[in-house]
């Protein structure tokens, strides 16, 4: 018997990490499959008349062990992968996929389910309740569940090949990041700043390079982009980061992205959608792949604009230091950080110091007790990996979930930043409280010093984080972050304005060997280069978005790398500017479906984000209770039990315009 198939007894009931083994996995999933499986057929082939606490609340609680196993094993495939870990992602993707397909095609379940969205305005629901039926609905209808015969079949097998392949993709990337590195000589260090240095050579260590290095780490390849003073080392590392994915190895997911759009295409169209794009965005608040073009252009106009008037300051620049050439991608963010020190005075490796990260801890958990009443009580492990740390959260005394942190780039872990859940939060069957868990790649260090982005991650994702803290509803169907994909990045996008809240950052950001809180003329240095380099960071994201959009809104491309350069040459990219996430390494948009033409989401969300935090601008308290009070009532803890229009209408009393991204990015100008 595995441990899955005991009683934990241990506190807050987490994952008891230090009895878990790979091995233990296997069994587990099939055991769980073969409950799973039982328990959807009872559903199913039930005699009784249908009901909304037989059908829908039964599939709700139906896939508790599946749940349980999966919560811990996809938390740990991702932070801290292995062979064994790979391998069995490798085969449960098809058996996972299956499954899903078996209980979407199941016409006796959909027919329970269809009977009750008939009958539902005699049911009694409670709006909730409503909500989960339609949502039930939705999800069968989308997944294929009306289709018959050979349609149904093949829509069956096309899911379970995107399925083998996200997962192949997601690997081939972790291996080309894994693999590389650059050595560094001495006086390869030359003009780093001691920070990059140490990382560098704990990077080196942990390779066992036998000195310092440059990885493929976002924490580690980013600062040594910006200081390094070695133009041809910046430039093997640059071309090194943009081809992961893309190196002619056997980690190549260049026929990987082909197969999965055409895959895509074909389950859209066998669905009755002109396109995936129109089959992906019909849930979502854009609806439409032509809303999605329109935000996106609006923005990309005005940020090119902005981008091309910094690259030829930049580029004169290079020619003052005696480069005759034009300005490329790998000069960008080194003469960007030299114009910065000029213009802004401020010189990152003097900031970090005060941006530890136990100093940004502190001020994400003080924000989250000002304006929510949670407060944050460090517990000791067992946890899955020695670098994770965890808190108990309460309100008023009481248990409101458990918050876990991983916040250290390792070998054996995805690159990015991201929020999950162990176990989310829901009220049948008894209250469940959730474990949450924040991942980071920050380079490691005694003590770890952030940049200021690094600290814009940690709060981004502490947002995801009390967005599944908070949540309140009965069904884990709607809990949490389940909403609207350009829905999901509001609250953690709204929690970085905090970081940038004056008081928050006098509180503590302090140096972390004197304590001394961070210099007042440096803090409003900080602040008032809050818009420095958005034409870059914009045209970055907004590429890589509209190439998404691209993929998806017509017929698949035989060769996505070839309208990636279309799409960016008809957009006239800035020469020196590449796609934030360049179609090889694009693991928002083929590692899984989950951003696939929703890579936009995060700018749609940051038109309401940046009007949300005018809410409490307005109200003169960037801790205003009433406006904190709404927005976890109307946002944090609604999860999915309304369409993401209403709850954002009902927070604000309206929906927003562009503008305010616009001023927010600094753009309105080039506008």
């Not at 807050?12 to 990490?17: Q, R």
Request: proline residues 5%.
């Amino acid at each position: 018997m595995t441990v899955f198939a005991q009683d934990w007894t241990t506190p807050f009931g987490l994952p008891p990490f230090d009895l878990i083994r790979d091995e233990d996995f296997a069994p587990a999933f099939d055991a769980a499959l073969v409950e799973a499986r039982a328990n959807i057929a009872a559903i199913a082939d039930s005699a009784e008349p249908p009901s909304f606490a037989s059908v829908i609340e039964a599939m709700e609680l139906a896939e508790g062990a599946l749940d349980r196993v999966a919560g811990v094993f996809y938390n740990l495939s991702g932070a801290d992968s292995n062979d064994a870990r790979e391998a069995l992602m490798r085969y449960l993707a098809p058996k996972m996929s299956a499954f899903a397909s078996e209980v979407s095609n199941n016409k006796a379940l959909i027919g329970k389910i269809k009977a009750l969205w008939h009958d539902r305005d005699a049911l009694g629901l409670t709006a909730e309740q409503l909500r989960v039926l339609m949502l039930y609905r939705q999800m069968f209808v989308r997944s294929g569940a009306l289709l018959e015969g050979e349609a149904a079949a093949r829509l069956t097998a096309v899911k379970s090949r995107l399925a083998v392949l996200g997962t192949q993709f997601s690997q081939n990337l972790l291996a080309d990041e894994r693999d590389w590195f650059l050595p560094l000589s001495e006086a390869d260090l030359e003009g780093l700043p001691d920070f990059v240095v140490a990382s560098a050579r704990a990077a080196g260590e942990e390779r066992g390079a036998g000195g310092p290095v440059v990885t493929l780490n976002r924490s580690l390849i980013v600062p040594f982009l910006q200081f390094s003073p070695h133009r041809a080392l910046r430039q093997r590392a640059y071309e090194a980061w943009v081809a992961r994915g893309a190196n002619g190895n056997a980690h190549d997911n260049r026929a990987i992205a082909a197969e999965i759009l055409g895959l895509r295409d074909e389950r859209a169209k066998l669905l009755g959608y002109a396109s995936f794009a129109d089959f992906k965005l019909e849930p979502e608040m854009a609806k439409t792949p032509a809303a999605v073009r329109d935000l996106l252009m609006r923005v990309w106009t005005p940020a090119r604009a902005k981008a091309e008037a910094d690259a030829a300051v930049l580029e004169a620049m290079l020619h003052a230091d005696g480069i005759p050439g034009p300005l490329e991608a790998w000069d960008w963010r080194y003469y960007s950080e030299k114009r910065r020190r000029a213009e802004h005075d401020l010189d990152e490796a003097a900031l970090k110091p005060y941006l530890s990260l136990n100093a940004m801890l502190a001020a994400q958990f003080d924000c989250a007790n000002r304006l929510f009443g949670l407060d944050f009580r460090e517990i000791d492990g067992p946890f899955y990996h020695p670098d994770v740390r965890g808190w108990e959260v309460t309100r008023r005394g009481a248990h409101v979930a458990v918050f876990l942190g991983d916040y250290f780039a390792r070998p054996s872990k995805r690159s990015g930043a991201w929020c999950s859940a162990m176990r989310s939060q829901r009220k049948l069957g008894g209250e469940v409280r959730p474990i949450v868990v924040n991942v980071c790649n920050f380079a490691k260090g005694d003590p770890a010093l952030l940049s200021y982005d690094d600290a814009r991650t940690l709060f981004h994702e502490f947002g995801h984080a009390l967005h599944q803290t908070l949540s309140d509803v009965t069904y884990g169907f709607i809990s949490g972050t389940s909403v609207a994909r350009d829905f999901v990045e509001l609250p953690s996008q709204l929690f970085e304005h905090w970081l940038e809240v004056p008081a928050v950052l006098e509180q503590h950001a302090r140096h972390w060997q004197t304590a001394e809180p961070i210099p007042a003329d440096m803090l409003r240095r900080l602040l008032d280069a809050g818009t420095y380099d958005q034409g870059f960071a914009t045209v970055e994201f907004v590429a890589s978005a509209l190439v998404d959009l691209a993929f998806h809104e017509g017929d698949a491309p035989a060769d996505p790398m070839q309208k990636q350069a279309q799409v960016l040459e008809q957009l006239g990219m800035p020469r020196a500017i590449r796609m934030r996430h360049a179609t090889p390494h694009f693991a928002h948009i083929f590692s899984g479906d989950g951003y696939s033409s929703g890579y936009y989401s995060y700018m749609w969300s940051e038109v309401m984000d940046a009007d949300a935090f005018a809410a409490f601008e307005e109200a003169g308290d960037p801790f205003d209770p009433a406006t904190a009070a709404n927005l976890e009532t109307f946002i944090l803890s609604a999860g999915g039990s309304q369409e993401a229009e209403s709850l954002y209408t009902l927070f604000r009393g309206r929906m927003p315009g562009v503008e305010a991204l616009l001023k927010g990015r600094g753009l309105l100008d080039a506008a």
